[in-house]
């Protein structure tokens, strides 16, 4: 089984967003896979599919997003919206210097991912999107 290393993000409200990192095995890929969890959900969904991609040559990164997981409360009720995941998303990429990528989302996810490009349809190389409604 390939093993993940843990990391965290710190957004500018000091909020810290958890995130796995699977590391590429053998011949990297240009682009890395970003899964997004829906919403009771966390980055555990994706324990099975990111060592696949992992071997692939895929970097994947699998986020707990704010108050979910390992990821931090937030005391601001407010904050619990796809906007702010995606802010908290978009730093963490830039913190990793990742300017674009292949997204898989889940529910929530999929919303975030959709929401993503949007804003920044340049960040999103291509996207599988699940259980959107």
């Known amino acids: 089984m390939i093993e993940f290393t843990q990391h965290y993000f710190t ?3 000091g909020i810290k967003t958890a995130y796995r990192r699977y590391a590429p095995q053998g011949d990297p ?4 896979v970003i899964c997004l969890h829906g919403l009771t959900r966390n980055s555990k969904d994706f324990e099975d599919v990111s060592p696949v991609l992992s ?3 895929y970097e994947v990164l699998a986020l707990d997003v704010r108050g979910r997981g ?6 601001v009720a ?7 995941y995606v802010d908290d998303l978009i730093g ?3 913190e990793r210097q990742i300017e674009r990528g292949l997204f898989i989302g889940t529910s929530m996810g999929g919303l975030m991912t959709m929401l993503l490009g949007a804003m920044k349809p340049e960040m999103v190389a291509a996207a599988v ?4 409604g």
């Open 55 to 57: 071997q692939l040559g």
């Open 70 to 75: 390992l990821s931090d409360y937030d005391p």
């Open 11 to 13: 957004a500018p409200d």
């Open 129 to 132: 999107i699940n259980d959107i």
């Open 29 to 32: 890929k240009p682009l890395p």
């Open 92 to 94: 963490l990429l830039a």
């Open 78 to 84: 407010d904050h619990y919206q796809p906007a702010t």
